[in-house]
């Protein structure tokens, strides 16, 4: 089992920035990819950014040069710098986890809400 807390949602005016957290603890596999996703009202969720413990990093088109992943393999954590903030960013975001290398996932955060204001 691994768990996930989330923090570092809120509101923010369009143009600001955010920094989201994510800690894993428990059965963490040394081969796995933490990430984003975020689901909006009435929408389906998606990714946002994903990075892997070999820290290959993929973006959704939408998000491309202004948010940034990266992760503390020391720590278990990653993290999701989001600049340049806009109203359509506004969503529910979920830390995601998956193992390459056992059984069991993928885990989920709890979610935590960002909004942007216009």
């Known amino acids: 089992q691994v768990q996930l807390v989330e923090s570092g949602g809120g509101l923010v005016q369009a143009g600001g920035s955010l920094r989201l957290s994510c800690a894993a603890s428990?059965?963490?596999?040394?081969?796995?990819?933490m990430g984003w996703y975020r689901q909006a009202p009435g929408k389906q969720r998606e990714l946002v950014a994903r990075?892997?413990?070999?820290?290959?990093?993929n973006y959704a088109d939408s998000v491309k040069g202004r948010f940034t992943i990266s992760r503390d393999n020391a720590k278990n954590t990653v993290y999701l710098q989001m600049n340049s903030l806009k109203p359509e960013d506004t969503a529910v975001y979920y830390c995601n986890y998956v193992s390459f290398s056992s059984i069991g996932g993928p885990y989920w955060g709890q979610g935590t809400q960002v909004t942007v204001s216009s």
């Open positions: 990075i892997t413990s070999g820290e290959s990093t």
């Open positions: 428990g059965s963490i596999s040394r081969l796995n990819a």
